[in-house]
């Protein structure tokens, strides 16, 4: 079974250009979470969509940030303007059903340094 | 407030047996996760305890204690690969998102 996939691993961008991330689920995982850690400090959620639908979306820092899920498979994490603060890691995790606890799969992260 | 407090570091010697702790504040409890990282790569789900006690798996175990907002990780018969971080982490209610600690670093030696 593939895990979750993120695209791309590293991407390095300049204040105010646009930047966006991939993350594929888990197949027949209907929950997406986004998370950042920003260096040195820690993993913070940013949002969760079940299947196309967001969820929750407390964590999103400010409205540069857009997040999308078309047909509750894959979802993209859209920078823009970017900062130089948005720098950090951004993991993508999948878990299945909601009704009991299912653990959370990470994917390897998009290493996003603004410059 | 949420907040998870873990030791920023802990060092250990291979065959030793290291324990690190845990303690939360939030505004709700569904349980207690750990993961491990290596090398700032995936965190990888180690282990769960939403009941009080001692779960056991293979050379790890992770406690609770609901009533002292408290949990650990116990790590057995240490090996080199297991240097790595590792994350306690909240979930307050089901399904919901997960709440991290800053993370603890653990370096094994031979």
């Known amino acids: 079974e593939a895990g979750v996939t993120q695209f791309p691993s590293h991407s390095v961008i300049e204040k105010g250009q646009t930047v966006t991330l991939r993350c594929d689920p888990i197949?027949?995982?209907?929950?997406l979470y986004w998370y950042r850690r920003v260096m040195g400090k820690e993993i913070k959620f940013l949002l969760h969509?079940?299947?196309?639908?967001?969820?929750?979306e407390s964590g999103m820092p400010n409205n540069r940030f857009l997040a999308e899920r078309t047909g509750g498979t894959y979802s993209t994490l859209k920078v823009q303007p970017a900062e130089l603060e948005d720098s950090g890691v951004y993991f993508c995790?999948?878990?299945?059903?909601?009704?009991?606890?299912?653990?959370?799969?990470f994917g390897p992260g998009t290493r996003l340094t603004v410059l | 407030g949420q907040s998870l407090e873990q030791p920023s570091e802990v060092t250990a010697v291979e065959g030793a047996i290291v324990q690190i702790n845990c303690t939360y504040q939030?505004?709700?409890?569904?349980?207690l996760s750990w993961y491990q990282q290596h090398d700032g790569g995936a965190p990888t789900f180690l282990s769960y305890?939403?009941?009080?006690g001692l779960e056991e798996t293979g050379r790890f175990s992770s406690f609770l204690s609901r009533s002292d907002s408290y949990g650990y990780l116990l790590l057995q018969e240490l090996q080199m690969k297991d240097s790595a971080s590792y994350f306690c982490?909240?979930?307050?209610?089901?399904?919901?998102?997960?709440?991290f600690g800053k993370g603890t670093t653990l370096s094994v030696s031979s």
């Open positions: 305890n939403a009941l009080d």
């Open positions: 969509f079940v299947k196309e639908s967001k969820q929750d």
């Open positions: 197949s027949g995982h209907d929950n």
């Open positions: 982490a909240v979930r307050e209610r089901a399904g919901t998102a997960l709440i």
């Open positions: 995790a999948s878990s299945q059903a909601r009704s009991s606890y299912n653990e959370q799969f």
């Open positions: 939030t505004s709700g409890f569904y349980g």
